[in-house]
């Protein structure tokens, strides 16, 4: 079952390469275009640290697209968020179907 005609957005994704010496993440250089679809959804949700979080969005991606939790995501409008958790929904069969990232 493919999902891309539901990807009606595109990010840019960079991948986290990093700590600082203040401990401020650092990313590479090179973004990669994402096509994903966009969701607007208020959720409470535990980082891995099990803090309480708001992840107030949700972006669908296909299987086979690279993205991690704590990737940057360049969302449509210019402004950059973090993935905070990543989920990945199988078929009947134990296929990845699509991949849901909550930032």
Excluded: W
């Amino acid at each position: 079952m493919s999902v891309s005609h539901l990807l009606n957005h595109k990010v840019s994704l960079a991948v986290r390469t990093g700590l600082k010496s203040d401990g401020r993440p650092t990313y590479s250089s090179s973004y990669t275009s994402a096509p994903c679809r966009i969701e607007y959804r208020d959720q409470v949700i535990f980082n891995k640290d099990r803090l309480p979080v708001n992840a107030n969005m949700r972006l669908y991606f296909a299987p086979e697209q690279a993205v991690n939790v704590t990737d940057r995501v360049v969302l449509p409008d210019g402004t950059f968020r973090e993935v905070l958790d990543l989920k990945l929904n199988y078929d009947q069969y134990g296929n990845v179907v699509f991949k849901e990232a909550l930032i």
